[in-house]
């Protein structure tokens, strides 16, 4: 059987496979965050799929934060007898569950003037235009606790890990970019004081789960624009978290929806793919450190995964898209079905009824399930 479908380990959790559902906005929740039946739907058909591992959509850590509609909440102790539920209908199917926590900050424009959102600087998101408040030192510590006490609810509440949400330009990647991060303190400067963000996010966590409990980290390999952060930058980040004990690194684009347009240009010497954009990102930082890198991003062909398998040291594989066509798919691959995937790439699945695939009916597994998911 090929790799992809041997164990594999990331920190102490080990899965069946090396298939990662990766973080999904479904915009199913509820106005303050709280599951639904749908919510549960989408979870366990995923988890009968077989997929491996199933990152979460982005769960924001204080009730005053939220970038979307729909979205997860993780900010008080309410949510852990529902995510019980949730991680216990995945784990009977084998399969593993993490929750990815966010902060937004700036790369939204929902619910604008209701609330304050935070900023490293005040530097006005380029995709949204939305500005932020530039955090004082008391709301940067407020933040970090904040992170850490999801973790600990998520831990309880049965997750098998956490997710950091540092990519895609939301409040830590922005930390990270010397365009956003424009600081004059200990938080922004050199490389080492916009890290210092992250790394005490990190640390606050590790203390509230534990050494043996694994965290994950999703960067943007690149900002793919002058002035940002820089692929360079980003190794050298990976090779910091890697020796404060990080369990594995997830390497994503700051393109959100627009990676497609980008395929065959080439940004700090490495060039964008048609099957698994940022593939030659993820190989580089592969062989830098020695934890799992997961590449995301674009990858619907088996055949081009596995190849990606046999000739890097990328360990596991994420997806989402295709995914909402069909959940099923891992299963589909493994019993040798290699036909074309549904999915056209065509980026319609989001609506205001959900995030779900409008060109394809989700296949159906013996419980009858249906799904409806979308990328985040």
Known sequence: MSIVFSPASIGTMKLKNRFVRSATWENLATDTGHMTEKLYAVYEQLAQGDVGLIVTGYANIVAEEKPNAGMMGMYDDSFIPEYKKLTDLVQRHGAKIVMQLAYGGTKTTYNLGERVIFAPSAVAERSTQTLGKEMTTAEIDYI?????????RAKLAGFDGVEIHAAHTYLINQFLSPYYNQRKDQYGGSLDNRLRFLVEIYQAIRKQVGAEHPILVKLTASEFFTGGLTFNETRQICKKLKALGVDAIIISGNNHGNANTLIGQSFDGHTIQQEGYFREYGAVISNDIDIPVITVGGLSDIHAIEDLAATTNIKFFALSRPLLAEPQLIKRWAQGNNNQV??????????KRGNFCVVFKPRKPSSGLRTRIGQR
Do not use: H, M, P, Y
């Not at 970090?144 to 600990?152: E, I, K």
């Not at 549904?342 to 989001?350: G, I, L, M, Y």
């Open 144 to 152: 970090v606790n904040a992170f850490a006490q999801a973790s600990l």
């Open 342 to 351: 549904d999915c056209e790439r065509c980026s319609k699945c989001r609506t």
